[in-house]
């Protein structure tokens, strides 16, 4: 899957030596790809990302995978930081209210596949906006098919086995840190940020079914 290159002058060198480790997926949030990709490469705007991939299946690339787009911004997964330095980004072309459509989603497939494979990054390595800054962004929001990937092996599996966990915040913390969620962010922020990823569709206080991600139950 050959990408239409499309330089975006928002970028830099990764920091401290590192190399991509993770990547993180967007909603573009805007009306068509179109006007994503000039806001993508505007140096007023200064934000961008690796890649680009439009409703229609096609697939833009704005910066070097070598290099560090500006697209997580502020945030953390599994205890680190400056995630731009760690991660590919990818935007979508959705606003966030409407399913993703199949070109698009097949897209990201062969895309993500080749990443995957080019950085030796496992599928749990492939995680949302909303997972690194929970509370501060949404996307690519309960639309996105994560399930969809997880049957491809191109994200890490909802397991869905809550057995008698008993629903405490402390409880559930303590999981979801252990899973990557350890942005530092009040109990509500943190159930709808892992809820927004696996159970989107879920609503009200904490439940024993929260806990199902995690594959695990207390002793």
């Known amino acids: 899957m050959t990408p239409l290159w499309h330089p ?28 994503a990709l000039d806001r993508l490469c505007d140096p007023a705007a200064e934000v961008s990302a690796h890649y680009l991939i439009g409703a229609d299946g096609r697939l833009w690339q704005m910066v070097d995978e070598a290099d560090r ?6 945030g953390e997964w599994q205890g680190l930081d400056d995630i731009n330095s760690r991660s590919i980004g990818i935007e979508l072309d959705n606003r966030g209210d409407h399913p993703f459509s199949a070109p698009l989603m097949t897209g990201l497939e062969i895309l993500l596949a080749d990443i995957l494979r080019r950085w030796a990054i496992p599928p749990a390595g492939v995680i949302g906006h909303s997972d690194m800054a929970p509370g501060r962004k949404c996307d690519p929001g309960p639309r996105f098919d994560w399930a969809r990937l997880a049957r491809a092996g191109l994200a890490a599996a909802t397991l869905c086995d809550p057995g008698a966990e008993s629903p405490s915040p402390e409880a559930f913390r ?20 892992v809820r927004l990823r696996h159970r989107p569709w879920a609503r009200g206080p904490l439940a024993p079914e929260d806990f199902a991600p995690f594959g695990q139950v207390a002793p």
């Open 174 to 193: 303590a999981r979801a840190c252990a899973a990557g969620f350890t942005a530092q962010v009040d109990d509500d922020t943190l159930l709808a940020a």
């Open 8 to 35: 975006s002058p928002n970028f830099g060198p990764r920091r401290d030596g590192l190399s991509p480790s993770l990547v993180v997926l967007h909603y573009t949030a805007m009306d068509g790809a179109e006007a």
């Open 69 to 74: 787009a500006w697209h997580a911004g502020a």
